[in-house]
């Protein structure tokens, strides 16, 4: 046996009392060390290089000599360590992207919106009178192309988005009852999903809406202080009073699935576990996920670093509570830290950050292809329309520079395969070209991944039946 080298980009190791578990970058793979593999890394981390010889003069009085080959040979195959006279592998080979298998389609079918929130980043955004509805045939169009690009898939969805996508229901309405037909035809599930305001929700909408199981996400950003500094009506108004009694009305008769509600996290909004407490404690909300703004286009709405801090603390509150309640074999509605958890357990190994412009394509009012929803009525070129297809060529040289980390900072970083660069549009948005990585909050996304692996690791170890009931059903719901 040669010299070999810690292949240290491809492990994280996180101490629990007299416990060791090593996080595997590569698969995004959790493994609790024994005593001998926890001496070898050890070995390994104090020496750099290690021979047979300093093998053999430090472990094999302990361990019976086959027993160690076995592990190093094992951990050599899992890429931890290496022959120092190779190269150490950390990424696959970026890929040339032939096919786009979508199974998600998403329809902007109304840029009008009755509010004005401050923060909004939708830059086709007009006012209701002003708003360009999309029309039927475009939506089908959508559906139709969804279907050409991805057939025989059992599952599809549909997400209605906007402006206010509430304000364009007699397409929703004519959307839903074409898929269920169609998709039924094919022996397929499709689901559909939307984000609202819900100022303009009513019984029959939400009857409606319980009849065909749609995933309702509510945009709500905490208590009426809070929720009233931005998120107001044309006129100026703040918004919570009737969003509230909208949401009482809502949770109190929908049925078909949990309700979320996703908070925007603006500068001088920071209190999130105060936020958290109302909305899931008080008002009753399934879930609650937070989104910091960081880089919008009004640059006066945008987290500074130290309020990004003391939103990274606060999700470690709540992530200490989601643990707590996890050992008790309860759920915790923490978005953020569910998602991460989800992550960890199916043991997610992100090439991409997300499936936009490969699972997911964005409709804008005229038909046209767009990265993900953030994108349409942005400066971004298109990839394309509904009617002619993907510009396959433009998309997949968009996603082939994303994929290649050579160079970007991302190549050895160790929540690369979890973060896999960050937002597209955080990207744009902040530095105008969604193919460069998001490095403004870089540290700090690496700090809360090394949390969750914590306290997934600890979950693992003493409540591991927590994922079966409460995260792996997350995914079907």
């Not at 209190?271 to 009753?284: A, P």
């Not at 990265?371 to 002619?388: A, I, N, Y």
């Not at 070209?433 to 403004?440: M, T, V």
Request: aromatic fraction near 8%; glycine fraction near 10%; charged fraction near 25%.
């Amino acid at each position: 046996m040669g010299s070999l080298s810690l292949v240290k980009p491809n492990i994280h190791l996180v101490n629990l009392k007299e416990r060791t578990m090593l996080f595997h970058v590569p698969t995004s793979g959790l493994f609790e060390l024994d005593n001998m593999g926890r001496d070898v890394i050890d070995l390994f981390s104090n020496e750099g290089e290690v021979t047979a010889t300093m093998i053999k003069d430090n472990l094999a009085g302990r361990y019976a000599a086959g027993e160690l080959s076995e592990l190093l040979e094992d951990l050599k195959s899992m890429q931890v360590i290496h022959d120092s006279t190779g190269v150490a592998a950390y990424n696959p080979e970026p890929k040339k992207i032939e096919n786009f298998p979508l199974t998600t389609v998403v329809l902007n079918v109304n840029t009008g919106c009755n509010l004005s929130c401050t923060y909004c980043y939708k830059e086709d955004l007009t006012t209701p009178s002003a708003g360009l509805k999309m029309e039927v045939d475009t939506a089908i169009q959508s559906v139709e192309m969804l279907l050409k690009e991805s057939p025989d898939q059992k599952q599809y969805n549909v997400v209605f988005f906007g402006g206010e996508p509430l304000s364009n229901m007699p397409l929703i309405r004519e959307v839903v009852a074409y898929c269920e037909r169609r998709f039924a035809d094919l022996e397929a599930r499709v689901d559909f999903t939307m984000t609202t305001n819900a100022t303009l929700l009513n019984e029959e909408l939400v009857d409606w809406f319980n009849e065909h199981r749609f995933g309702l996400t509510i945009s709500m950003d905490g208590p009426k202080a809070m929720h009233d500094k931005n998120r107001i009506t044309v006129g100026g108004q703040g918004t919570y009073d009737v969003v509230k009694k909208k949401v009482d009305m809502l949770l109190s008769r929908y049925t078909a699935r949990p309700v979320g509600c996703r908070v925007t996290l603006t500068k001088g909004i920071t209190d999130v576990e105060t936020i958290f407490n109302h909305l899931y404690h008080d008002l009753g909300f399934a879930e609650v996920g937070f989104g910091p703004v960081t880089s919008g286009d009004i640059a006066e709405f945008n987290l500074s670093g130290e309020e990004m801090e003391k939103v990274f603390e606060g999700q470690k509150v709540l992530g200490r509570k989601y643990l707590e309640a996890a050992l008790q074999n309860k759920n915790f509605g923490f978005g953020n830290m569910h998602q991460l958890m989800t992550d960890l357990h199916e043991g997610t190994k992100k090439q991409l950050p997300c499936g936009a412009g490969v699972g997911l394509l964005a409709v804008d009012k005229e038909g046209g292809l767009n990265l993900c929803h953030r994108f349409t009525g942005s400066d971004q070129p298109l990839f394309g329309d509904v009617e002619k297809g993907i510009d396959k060529p433009a998309l997949a040289s968009f996603i082939e520079e994303r994929l290649d980390r050579t160079g970007k900072g991302c190549e050895t970083c160790r929540i690369r395969n979890i973060c896999s660069g960050g937002c597209y549009h955080e990207s744009y948005a902040k530095y105008g070209d969604p193919a460069i990585p998001s490095y403004h909050y870089c540290d700090l996304l690496r700090d809360w991944v090394d949390f969750g692996v914590e306290i997934y690791s600890q979950i693992m170890l003493e409540n591991p039946g927590f994922f079966d009931a409460y995260v792996s059903p997350r995914r079907g719901a």
